[in-house]
């Protein structure tokens, strides 16, 4: 399995972005993917996740109410909607696998198969 993260870029406070993790070759028929960012300096940080089913969500807490994550399986495509962006969201993001299909994991020694980050930078 490989992730693809994109829609990164450079936005002004309270604007907003999409993200995107594709995942291609043989991904299992269920499984989970995690958001997760890094600042330079910082440790790596859950931001949000969604299980195999769709059916169960998470988001860390400073992310709630701005950022809505969901999954088109069809495509094995997982989105991250960003909106109200503040400076301190600044961080590479990256998507993850975690092979377990059944409900969410937010540590990220738990994921599988990690994606090579998308960039966002919040300033005005």
């Known amino acids: 399995v490989q992730l693809q993260a994109s829609g990164g870029g450079s936005v002004k406070p309270g604007n907003s972005l999409r993200l995107s993790c594709e995942a291609s070759g043989r991904p299992p028929s269920r499984y989970g993917v995690g958001w997760f960012r890094q600042a330079p300096g910082s440790e790596r940080e859950f931001v949000s996740a969604?299980?195999?089913?769709?059916?169960?969500?998470e988001y860390a807490d400073d992310v709630k109410g701005r950022f809505t994550i969901a999954r088109d399986s069809a495509k094995n495509t997982v989105f991250l909607d960003m909106n109200s962006l503040k400076p301190e969201d600044t961080s590479i993001y990256y998507c993850?696998?975690?092979?377990?299909?059944?409900?969410?994991?937010?540590?990220?020694?738990?994921?599988?198969?990690w994606g090579q980050g998308t960039l966002v930078t919040v300033s005005s």
């Open positions: 993850a696998v975690d092979f377990q299909p059944l409900g969410i994991r937010t540590d990220p020694a738990a994921y599988n198969v």
């Open positions: 969604i299980s195999g089913s769709g059916k169960t969500i």
